[in-house]
């Protein structure tokens, strides 16, 4: 087996951009873009990513809170941006914000984000690998770091793999806010 460089790596060395037009198959009676299609794209964007990061196949492990804030219309093109925010042992998180515009390139707007977890996996395809650190470089690079510990704990409380009062990110967090 080849051995996998393990050194931290930058954000911008796995950024994924990926690009779609919606069409009238894409959509719903309202000709609005069905979140089930966006979520797939997004998954495929995020999966792109983590595995460019991780340099090894990944699978979707859990994905936090997609909000759908504007309607995507019949017709829009859509650009989805995913970055990693941080590794953790076996596992990194990423970041996918979606833009929508008209054709011509007007009307940009923000319409979704949401943050998928990615467990790396060996050549079987079964067994999770360690995964290169992120080395955060821009103020936004490191808020996204920083904060990916509290939504790593909040996954493990809901999905019961750990108890609340063994979180010590959140109880954190929470500190911080009486002070």
Known sequence: MQS???????????RTVMTEMIMPNDTNPMNNLMGGYLMRWMDIACAICAGRHCEAHVVTAAVDH???????RLGDVI???????RAF???VEI???????????????RCNHAYFTFVAVD???RTPIRVA??????TEEQHLFESAARRRELRL????????????????FFAELDD
């Open 66 to 72: 997609i909000s759908f804030q504007n309607p995507i």
């Open 4 to 14: 996998r460089d393990l050194s931290p790596k930058k954000v911008s060395e796995s």
């Open 133 to 138: 650190p992120v080395a955060p470089l821009s």
């Open 95 to 109: 970041f996918v914000e979606v833009f929508a515009n008209d054709l011509k390139g007007q009307n940009a707007r």
């Open 157 to 172: 409380i809901l999905s019961g793999r750990i108890k609340p009062k063994e979180a010590t990110e959140v109880r954190k």
């Open 79 to 85: 650009t989805l941006e995913a970055r990693v925010t």
């Open 89 to 91: 042992n076996t596992s």
């Open 123 to 125: 050549e079987d395809k």
